[in-house]
C-alpha cells in the first residue's frame, strides 16, 4: 500500500483532483465525507455538537444538523470553530486509521482527501504528500459560481486554513490548477504516473 495525502485549500479543486485520481486507480479516503458522517442524526459527535452550539443548527423539523448555518457560526469564531474540531476531528482520525488498516496488506494506492492533513496530524502516515494549489482570485471565483458563496464567507474559511504557500512548501509534489480543466487532467495522468512508480518502489524495496 503507498498512502499518498492528498490536500488544497477551499476553491483549489481538489476534490476534482481526487476524483480525476479515482478514475486513474486510487482507493480514496475522504475526509470531508467522513465528518459529515460524524454529524449524522443520533451519532455521539451529533450530541456532542448539538449540545455545544444548541438546537438552533437543526433543519426545521427535523434531526438533521443544517451544515450551512453551523458554518457559518464556527467560521466567524476561532473558539468555535476550535471547539467543533474538538469534537469531529478525533472521529475523523479514528475513521482514517480504520480504513488505512483495511488496506494495509495490498497494493493499492491510497490517497486521503483532506484539506487539514497537517492540522489532523497526519502527515505521518503518508508516504507523499499532494498540494492542489490555485491563486487566491481564482478559488474565489470558483467559490462564487460554483456555491454561491459571498465573499465574506470565502475570506474566513480562507483564512481558517493554512497559508497555502506553506500547505505547497511541505508538498512532495505540487499541483498548480489555475488554469482548464484539461490541464489538470494532464496533471492527474503526471501524479499518478508517479505514484505507481512510487507504489512499486515502495513494493520491492
Do not use: C, Y
Not at 93 to 121: C, Q, S
Amino acid at each position: 500500500m503507498l498512502v499518498a495525502g492528498l490536500t488544497g485549500g477551499i476553491g483549489s479543486g481538489k476534490t476534482t483532483f481526487a476524483f480525476l485520481l479515482a478514475e486513474r486507480g486510487a482507493s480514496i479516503i475522504d475526509a470531508d465525507a467522513l465528518g459529515r458522517d460524524a454529524l449524522r442524526p443520533a451519532r455521539p459527535a451529533w450530541h456532542s455538537v448539538v449540545g455545544q452550539f444548541g438546537d438552533e443548527i437543526l433543519q426545521p423539523n427535523s434531526m438533521e444538523i443544517d451544515r450551512k448555518r453551523l458554518a457559518a457560526i464556527v467560521f466567524a469564531s476561532p473558539h468555535k470553530l476550535a471547539a467543533l474540531n474538538a469534537i469531529v476531528h478525533p472521529v475523523i482520525i479514528k475513521e482514517i486509521a480504520d480504513r488505512l488498516e483495511r488496506f494495509a496488506r495490498t497494493n493499492e494506492v491510497v490517497v486521503l482527501d483532506a484539506a487539514l492533513i497537517a492540522e489532523l496530524g497526519l502527515e505521518e502516515s503518508l508516504d507523499v504528500l499532494i498540494a492542489v494549489t490555485a491563486p487566491q482570485a481564482v478559488r474565489q471565483r470558483r467559490l462564487e459560481r460554483a456555491r454561491d458563496m459571498d465573499p465574506t464567507d470565502i475570506q474566513a474559511r480562507m483564512d481558517s486554513q493554512m497559508d497555502p504557500a506553506e500547505v505547497a512548501a511541505r508538498a512532495d509534489i505540487v499541483v498548480r490548477n489555475d488554469g482548464r480543466l484539461e490541464d489538470l487532467v494532464g496533471e492527474a495522468d503526471r501524479v499518478w504516473a508517479e505514484l505507481e512508480r512510487l507504489r512499486d518502489a515502495k513494493r520491492s524495496s
